[in-house]
């Protein structure tokens, strides 16, 4: 053999060595990240989604995934919406999240959940860290997203995955090794809403409404900028909805000073906790906590929305669409679950 063929072998050999424990560590990686719904799975779940199938990309925090229920969407309005959500999710998130689903998906319209408004810490926890970025496929778009959630110094770190995730080895689990996750139990055509059975009752919010604004997060204010233009640049309308929640008492000043940004940018918006707006949302039996929907909150929710959608917006009912079946499937297993909650004529 020539020296020649014998180092060009050498490479050869290097680089698939090198290819092989770059699929076993990511594989690895992949087991030890936690593969909860709220977490990774909306957004693994969403590649799995055929292309350009999502009409209606709701991006934002657990108040979103609690009450934008999809399967009330689609059975009474034949709306194909998916919620790409997660705990906590700040409009950095949300800014990536909407730059990953447009490789794949093309929507008529983005509702973006105004509750990040309210956060005001510089960077994002490392629990939630992990959960918002691990399940991004992309390696570029996921290292910018780390970026934007943690000090630069501590970017490395995720960025390798292990150091973050070995804490989480006892953790590990059978089902930790389904590739893809199974999204907790409901299978691939989950569209992100996340059901909570638990009641709670509050009292309506109790305040004096004023316009008076309380300043934003200054990343937080420019991600939301960020996220607004890059759905101007694709010419894809935006609903900036402010949902129910008891804790609005806290929260509308911070949506006071969001609403001037959304409007700003020529965003659309709406305020689900406006007493004026009578959709027979109900504090005493609707909530599971003192911020979330539960899922009879969702269902009183999710009809007032798709009523208000289909009003504001040009949005087609798939419900005859053979392409949309997955919807239907998804709605029939959901409903099935809470007959009790679907849709009737006498109703």
């Not at 055929?50 to 969407?73: H, I």
């Not at 059978?174 to 059975?197: C, H, M, Q």
């Not at 959304?262 to 005493?284: C, K």
Request: net charge negative; aromatic share 14%.
């Amino acid at each position: 053999m020539s020296r020649g063929a014998a180092i060009a072998r050498f490479w050869l050999r290097l680089v698939c060595f090198l290819l092989l424990l770059a699929v076993v560590l990511g594989y690895i990686a992949y087991v030890l990240t936690p593969k909860y719904d709220y977490g990774i799975c909306s957004m693994t779940n969403l590649y799995r989604q055929d292309e350009d199938t999502v009409d209606v990309l709701v991006l934002g925090t657990s108040v979103a995934y609690a009450g934008v229920n999809t399967n009330v969407l689609w059975e009474e309005h034949g709306i194909a919406a998916y919620d790409l959500c997660g705990a906590e999710q700040p409009f950095w998130i949300s800014y990536f999240y909407l730059e990953e689903a447009l490789k794949t998906q093309s929507p008529r319209l983005i509702v973006v959940d105004a509750k990040a408004a309210i956060y005001q810490q510089d960077h994002t926890n490392p629990g939630r860290t992990i959960l918002s970025t691990y399940g991004i496929r992309d390696p570029l778009t996921r290292l910018r997203a780390i970026a934007a959630c943690v000090p630069m110094e501590d970017v490395p770190g995720y960025a390798l995955a292990f150091p973050q995730l070995h804490s989480y080895y006892p953790n590990v689990t059978a089902e930790s090794f389904t590739l893809p996750p199974d999204n907790g139990g409901r299978g691939v055509d989950w569209k992100g809403y996340i059901e909570s059975t638990d009641v709670e009752r509050h009292q309506r919010p109790s305040l004096v409404r004023t316009d008076t604004q309380k300043p934003l997060h200054p990343r937080q204010k420019e991600y939301f900028e960020k996220l607004l233009d890059l759905a101007a640049e694709r010419d894809i309308p935006v609903l900036v909805a402010a949902l129910p929640t008891p804790d609005y008492a806290f929260d509308h000043m911070y949506y006071n000073a969001l609403q001037a940004v959304a409007e700003e940018h020529g965003a659309h918006w709406v305020d689900y906790n406006d007493p004026d707006r009578r959709y027979g949302l109900l504090y005493a039996s609707d909530f599971a906590d003192w911020q979330h929907l539960n899922v009879k909150g969702s269902v009183t929710l999710s009809r007032q929305l798709g009523k208000d959608l289909d009003a504001w917006f040009d949005l087609p009912d798939r419900r005859s669409d053979a392409a949309y079946e997955s919807y239907q499937r998804c709605a029939d297993a959901w409903f099935g679950q809470y007959p009790q909650y679907r849709w009737r004529d006498d109703a």
